[in-house]
């Protein structure tokens, strides 16, 4: 089932919690919205749902608009936080709820089946008799996700579902999650202020911000070319370094340090921002951030760089493999010239994107073009 969703707006008294909503999602698709408490993401879930109206915009599921059709109309499954099993009812009665009080009520037979088919599914076979009280945290959440199938929906809707399991559950339920979705093909929305579970489980991820979509697109293009400062920083740890751009070449601050360079075409003041683990040192005569290494901390596979940029207020955070080759010469005090791998550059106040990192096989075109001049 493929979802529009059309200039939808949702004020909470004087709060807009989505402005001029637009989304559209194809048919088989697992969406993740993505975004900071109060970006709207549960909002525009509730409102696919059936659990919040609209004061304004379509909610179109195919070709009819559901903006207006109540919840029990609309053929959705839910999956909560906090599983919202009930604790009286086996694993199989649990599973089987929904389609025991549907107007087209199956046979008792054709009931068992079903939830015993799903119960397999979602990998619980053996446990059909056990109550929620008797089961992990991750099992009662495959319960929930079964229940949810049971009845043959037209779009499933996951609200947080992992928010309340410990670190390594979650990973492993993803990873199932995901074949899950592969085998049943049910379009699927879920909520996550999680930005490692979006990027591992989406197709394409709605990164979300004061009620509007910042930025719409498959998990790499949303990390690889973020739209704004806003989405940057939001995927992962950044760093900030005020620069200049002239000629497709990126100095530091407003000197003549050349740092980069960048496909930007555009002259001025930018700030530039990388990931720290997208920092490495620089091969000998070649461009890179000048800076002298504060500290170096292990953090199990991770080792963490803190250095500061010569002429600069500016701190740059490194973040490399504990066996990668350039880790040896991260010690406190040493001076070394980065080398940033892949960066964006945004203009300040506007936040407009006015260029990126070079590919590697123009490197060296924008420098010789400036050095001609």
Do not use: C
Not at 29 to 56: C, H, M, N, W, Y
Not at 135 to 140: I, T
Not at 259 to 264: T, Y
Not at 323 to 333: C, I, M, N, V
């Amino acid at each position: 089932m493929d979802i529009h969703v059309r200039n939808i707006e949702k004020d909470f008294g004087t709060f807009k919690a989505l402005d001029r909503v637009d989304l559209d999602i194809e048919s088989g698709e697992l969406i993740a919205l993505l975004g900071p408490s109060g970006s709207g993401k549960t909002t525009l879930l509730r409102v696919i749902a059936g659990l919040e109206f609209a004061d304004q915009g379509e909610i179109l599921f195919g070709n009819q608009d559901m903006a207006r059709v109540p919840v029990r109309e609309r053929q959705v499954g839910f999956v909560f936080q906090h599983y919202a099993l009930f604790k009286h009812m086996t694993v199989l009665d649990n599973v089987s709820f929904g389609l025991k009080v549907r107007k087209d009520k199956p046979s008792a037979e054709a009931i068992r089946q079903r939830a015993t088919e799903l119960i397999e599914l979602v990998q619980l076979g053996g446990l059909e008799k056990r109550y929620p009280s008797q089961l992990s945290g991750g099992q009662r959440q495959r319960v929930a996700l079964a229940r949810a199938l049971a009845i043959d929906p037209k779009v499933l809707l996951l609200d947080e579902p992992f928010g309340a399991l410990d670190a390594k559950v979650r990973k492993d339920l993803r990873r199932w999650l995901r074949d899950l979705h592969d085998q049943t093909g049910v379009t699927t929305i879920f909520v996550t202020h999680d930005q490692e579970e979006a990027l591992e489980l989406a197709d394409r991820v709605v990164i979300m911000n004061k009620g509007r979509i910042e930025q719409l697109g498959h998990v790499d293009a949303v990390y690889e070319k973020p739209a704004n400062p806003f989405v940057f920083d939001f995927l992962g740890n950044t760093n900030i370094v005020p620069v200049t751009l002239r000629n497709g070449v990126v100095n530091l601050g407003q000197g003549d340090t050349a740092i980069a360079e960048s496909s930007g075409s555009k002259d001025g003041p930018a700030l530039l921002y990388v990931r720290p683990g997208d920092v490495r040192i620089a091969a000998d005569g070649a461009a890179g951030l000048p800076t002298t290494v504060q500290r170096v901390q292990r953090t199990g596979p991770i080792v963490r760089i803190d250095a500061e940029v010569f002429g600069s207020t500016a701190p740059i955070t490194v973040e490399l493999p504990h066996l990668h080759h350039d880790t040896s010469a991260f010690q406190p005090g040493a001076e070394l010239r980065l080398r940033l791998l892949q960066f964006s550059l945004y203009a300040e106040g506007s936040g407009a994107l006015l260029g990126a990192s070079t590919p590697p096989d123009a490197i060296g075109v924008a420098a010789s073009r400036q050095r001609s001049r």
